[in-house]
């Protein structure tokens, strides 16, 4: 296998720093937004759930306690290990290398898809979109987790970070190809400062992230985020 499966977007936070990347992850929506927003509209329970981009398959577990079964797909091989070590103990789940462009699971074998900051931007997905048709099942649903740039403090600093991202171009992307689009408001909610600190020089270049530190105390931080989503 590849170091890095081909077509992967690159990941340079979590490709190069798994484990502050762990520290974001845990401090992402200490509330239980996404999970509540998620499985309102469709349950893991007793279902086949495939995280796509599961990167060090921080979230493999927790659906793995519900569902009857979960893959973890990832194109980034050493992350992939990472995440099959992490579910060493659990049965019900598997981590397979490959990229969303040509998910590496049969057709209509899935019933729920999970996609948390990972290949699923808006304009180019569209093989991944493909063969999520492939392999959702009739009654299936899909969840793609991203940014709302539009709002919230975290928006305010990606749309620096990122002039030229067009939120509306994205919106349009989802929506005429019928996905609903879901704005939900969750927070970051760190241990340390210095955890804090440590996530926001992964996420932005230099200049940007000793700005966004300069200004914004504390350990919290408001961020918007759309949860898109279809039925199959
Ligand atoms: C920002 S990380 C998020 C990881 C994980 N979803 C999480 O929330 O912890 C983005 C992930 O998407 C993966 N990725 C990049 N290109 C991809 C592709 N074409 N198909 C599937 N995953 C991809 C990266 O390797 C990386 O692990």
Redesign the pocket.
Known sequence: MPR??T?????P???NNPAT?ELE?AAVDPDGVLERAMSERRTWAGARVL??????G??LPRFAADAAAVIG????RG?AEQARRRCAGLANVEVRQ????ALPVPDASVDVVH?????FFGPGCEP?LAELSRVVRRGGAAFVIDNDATRSTFGRWFRAAFPAYDPEAVQRFWTVRGWSRTPLDIRWRFERRADFEAVVRIEFRPEVAERVIAEHAGVEVDYAVNLWWRTF
């Open positions: 890095i499966a077509g992967a977007t690159p990941s936070n979590i490709w990347y992850n995280d796509v981009g599961c990167g060090t921080y979230h797909v990832e194109p980034h992350l490959g990229s969303a462009q996609a948390r900051w990972a290949y991944g």
